[in-house]
């Protein structure tokens, strides 16, 4: 069974019910290891060597993060920037993520509709994943479609429980290599 690294990514996490409610399904996967990146670094110094071991024992990286002005939290951002080194996750050296999956799952504050050329957002939600899908592709890992929960401030109790399933669900068949 694949191990599974959750990068947890929300700046106020204490008002989001639904990513705490999809981060409280994943406690009964015990090949999780769950990082609450605001908690863990909340003056941003992020521990880099610490991370880049956690990718390396890792073997499917999971984002988990409210979509935040069009892209991800600043944290996961810096994350990022200072992890991915040249060298360790791309680069003529760069081999350590080489293999891996990666899986996004976000959540959004607007509804399906809002993510179209008609609606607000003027664009479909898929034209804002290339930066994630690039960067997994240029370290070498299996980039996996996003998992999406629209509207998430206002679906309903048993809406927000079902993804929360689907989005363990897809983690435990990832994990097992049943895709």
Avoid at 69 to 84: A, F, G, I, N, Q
Wanted: aromatic content about 14%.
């Amino acid at each position: 069974m694949k191990k599974i690294l959750c990068l947890y990514a929300h700046p106020n996490p204490q008002r989001s019910r639904a990513n705490r409610k999809i981060v409280e399904s994943l406690t009964p996967l015990a090949n999780l290891s769950f990082r609450p990146l605001y908690e863990l670094y909340p003056e941003f110094y992020i521990d880099v060597k610490r991370e880049q071991q956690l990718l390396q024992e890792h073997d499917l990286i999971f984002f988990q993060h409210p979509f935040y002005w069009y892209s991800m939290p600043p944290l996961l951002k810096l994350w990022m920037d200072s992890v991915l080194e040249f060298d360790f996750a791309y680069g003529p050296k760069g081999r350590a993520l080489v293999g891996k999956d990666f899986l996004l799952s976000i959540t959004t504050g607007g509804p399906l509709d809002s993510y179209a050329p008609s609606g607000y957002n003027r664009f479909p939600l898929s034209a804002f994943f290339p930066p994630y899908e690039q960067t997994a592709r240029l370290c070498g890992m299996q980039w996996h479609e996003p998992l999406v929960l629209h509207h998430s401030t206002r679906v309903s109790e048993d809406t927000l429980l079902q993804h929360a399933e689907s989005v363990r669900q897809r983690l435990v068949q990832l994990s097992t290599g049943a895709q």
